[in-house]
């Protein structure tokens, strides 16, 4: 394992970022929980006689090409021996709380992005450890110990490219993106697979001849702002490896979620928009639109 040392002088080498990834979050407490569950294709949603949601899918359900916001009817025609976890987010809360405790113990910047996944930045840190790769390995042994569950953590000099890291490697593992690597990394990057570009993004770009972070790079600002908008400035600094998003340790939340499955397809205007106001009852003035 090559380091990541703190510290550096460059501008682009002085932030330390730690991505923190728990592997099949959801579907792997339930796993943890239920020893007989161990093993098994599992994930965690509705079923399929209720015109469920897959939220989560273990490695194994994975591998028959199952994912998360599949029908629950589709996962179950991929696998019929598949077995279904009712939601406990409960308990999943809890259990994020815990892990985000193990973060603070080497920064407060951390920077929650879901139950499952935070950034932290370790630049400077609680213990005064000098390498952001050590910090990262025994957070992993950390919520190994106290969890039972593994997690994937990806280290680099910024949150795009640790995120990218994160992705490398799973499960349970551990990549470090040194910063004199970081170009090359980006260049020979699938197009689909950077953090912030989806598919329909990644199809658009296809038709553009992108197909690389090295397609992308060439392009110039002036030409993906054309063609994207705004988020052409941000395609643009990815593509060579910038990325000066801080991490946010009390980021202000921007918007909620809630959702239900329907036992029959709506095609009322009228109802489709009274049906999501009893989902949202605790946050008044939401205009429908």
Request: proline share 5%.
């Amino acid at each position: 394992m090559v380091e990541l040392p703190l510290g550096q002088e460059s501008v682009d080498r002085t932030r330390k970022i730690v991505h923190v990834d728990m592997d099949a979050f959801y579907a792997s407490v339930e796993q943890r929980d239920n020893p007989s569950y161990r093993g098994k294709p599992l994930v965690v949603g509705g079923s399929p006689n209720q015109r469920g949601v897959v939220a989560a899918a273990s490695y194994e359900a994975r591998k028959f090409g199952i994912h998360s916001a599949m029908p629950s009817v589709t996962a179950f025609a991929k696998c019929p021996g598949l077995i279904f976890v009712r939601p406990r987010f409960d308990v999943y809360r809890e259990i994020s709380a815990a892990i985000h405790a193990i973060f603070k113990r080497y920064s407060d910047l951390v920077e929650g992005v879901a139950l499952d996944e935070a950034y932290l930045d370790v630049t400077e840190n609680k213990q005064n450890i000098t390498y952001a790769s050590t910090i990262a390995r025994h957070i992993k042994t950390a919520i190994f110990q106290e969890t039972q569950l593994t997690a994937t953590a990806g280290v680099s000099i910024n949150k795009f490219l640790a995120k990218m890291a994160s992705g490398q490697n799973k499960p349970n593992g551990l990549t470090v993106i040194l910063p004199e690597d970081a170009i090359a990394f980006v260049e020979q990057l699938p197009i689909e697979k950077f953090h912030g570009i989806g598919e329909v993004t990644a199809a658009k770009m296809h038709s553009l001849s992108i197909h690389t972070g090295a397609d992308l790079k060439v392009r110039t600002l002036s030409e993906l702002t054309h063609h994207f908008g705004k988020a052409g400035h941000y395609y643009y600094k990815i593509a060579r490896a910038e990325d000066d998003r801080p991490v946010e340790a009390n980021r202000v939340r921007k918007s909620i979620g809630a959702e239900t499955s329907f036992a029959q397809d709506l095609s009322d205007v009228g109802q489709m928009l009274q049906e999501p106001i009893p989902l949202i009852p605790k946050y008044g003035n939401l205009l429908l639109v």
